[in-house]
C-alpha cells in the first residue's frame, strides 16, 4: 500500500479538527474504494476483484 501524499495528509488533519473525525475518515475510506474503480473503469487497470478487495479490506 502505497503511503498518502503530503497534501492529502494535511487535508485529511485539516477536516479531522474542523468536523466529525468519524464523518472525515468515513468520507476518506470511500475515495479510496472510488480509485479503484476509477482504475479498472478509466485507466483499464487489470484485476478488478484483486483491486476492490485490497482497497475494500485496507480500508
Known amino acids: ?3 498518502p ?3 492529502a495528509a ?3 488533519l485539516a477536516g479531522a479538527f474542523e468536523a466529525n473525525i468519524g ?3 468515513a468520507l476518506r475510506e470511500t ?3 472510488l480509485a479503484a474503480l476509477v482504475g479498472f473503469v ?3 487497470e487489470g484485476n478488478p476483484a ?3 478487495l485490497a482497497a475494500v479490506v485496507g480500508a
Open 31 to 33: 475515495f479510496v474504494i
Open 5 to 7: 501524499s503530503p497534501g
Open 1 to 3: 500500500m502505497s503511503s
Open 50 to 52: 484483486r483491486r476492490l
Open 10 to 12: 494535511e487535508l485529511y
Open 23 to 25: 464523518a472525515v475518515s
Open 42 to 44: 478509466v485507466l483499464a
